[in-house]
């Protein structure tokens, strides 16, 4: 796979990175450590360099668990993190977002030390502060910047005019948004400003959280313990329907002898060359076929029978709507 270039300025990048979120929360119970970190390491071992994480994601323990595995090979990786989430201790429940200079700059502190790093690749703000101007943050990331502590700066779920201010202050490397052939919403808001002024979209969620990619059967939904069986897109209403919908990517994955995963994923890269994506995985097997979507190129019949799902999809992709595309 040909790498992508992040941004403007660089650095070139496997367009196939890794989302680690899953490996910590959110998606079942968390890996095993050493089932964890041995999965990281055979990611570099096949040729990824961009890794995903986030203060979010396990409050802290997946940030520990990328800095543990990463500390003696820090040279071959490109570490992703993200702040601005504020959570509850003590229930975990999320309780905002702070985008004020002291706590861009505590933030930043607190991951250093968890990713046993002297400087992060990659620096998104988590979510949009409605309370504090963007040029605000953007002027302590900014500050963190001509520190060393970071080598560029994203947003994400941030709307195109969000893009546009930010930019004006520091330029924004890239945006990180969820993307799929189930949510394409930002193709009409934030994408045109990506494109015009050079930054990067990595898209999360590339897979529809593993709709599309055949994790999930009629009988086997996600249980209460894993966080999709909240989303309105897994609602007991919409399940069903959306399952229905991205059976039909397996129509397309047979003529290509390939995976409905990789199908969703060439879709995605297939978007443009400003498009890098991070499908979660734990799992090596799912990570080496999921890599290979890179060798999977898709006919312009092929790309417009699935340019037909996303208007098909029922349900938002949150339950409040309200916290994306700020
Ligand atoms: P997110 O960005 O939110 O992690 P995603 O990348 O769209 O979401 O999808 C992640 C989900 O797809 C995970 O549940 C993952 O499950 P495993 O940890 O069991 O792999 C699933 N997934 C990823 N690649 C897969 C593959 N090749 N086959 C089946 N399921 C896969």
């Known amino acids: ?128 502060d409605g309370s504090v101007a963007i040029e605000e943050t953007m002027g302590a990331l900014a500050d963190l910047m001509n520190e060393g502590k970071i080598k560029a700066i994203g947003l994400s779920e941030c709307s195109g005019d969000t893009l546009r201010r930010a930019h004006a202050v520091h330029p924004v490397s890239a945006v990180q948004s969820e993307y799929s052939l189930f949510s394409r919403d930002l193709e009409t808001g934030v994408i045109p400003v990506c494109r015009e002024l050079g930054v990067s979209l990595v898209a999360y969620s590339p897979l529809g959280r593993g709709m599309l990619s055949g994790a999930f059967t009629k009988e086997n939904a996600p249980d209460a313990k894993d966080y999709r069986s909240y989303s309105p897109r897994f609602s007991p209403e919409n399940y069903a329907a959306n399952l229905a919908l991205a059976e039909e990517v397996h129509a397309v994955a047979a003529r290509h002898k390939a995976h409905p995963a990789q199908i969703a994923l060439a879709w995605v890269l297939a978007q443009g060359d400003f498009v890098h994506v991070i499908p979660g995985t734990t799992k090596a097997k799912n990570l080496t076929s999921n890599l290979a979507a890179g060798e999977v190129t898709l006919s312009q019949s092929d790309l417009a029978e699935l340019d037909n799902l996303s208007a098909k999809v029922v349900g938002d992709r949150y339950a409040d709507m309200s916290v994306v595309n700020r």
């Open 1 to 128: 796979m040909q790498t992508r270039t992040l941004g403007t300025n660089g650095p070139d990048l496997n367009p196939i990175g890794l989302g680690c979120m899953g490996l910590s929360e959110f998606y079942g119970k968390a890996t095993e450590q050493q089932t964890a970190i041995a999965l990281l390491h055979k990611a570099i071992d096949l040729g990824v360099n961009h890794f995903d994480t986030a203060e979010l994601y396990g409050m802290g323990a997946n940030e520990t668990l990328l800095g543990e595995a990463f500390a003696d090979r820090r040279d071959k990786v490109f570490i992703a993190t993200k702040f601005g989430i504020t959570r509850d201790a003590k229930t975990r429940a999320m309780t905002g977002v702070d985008g004020s200079p002291e706590a861009v700059r505590r933030a930043c502190d607190g991951s250093l030390v968890r990713l046993k790093t002297d400087h992060i690749d990659l620096y998104y703000q988590h979510r949009m």
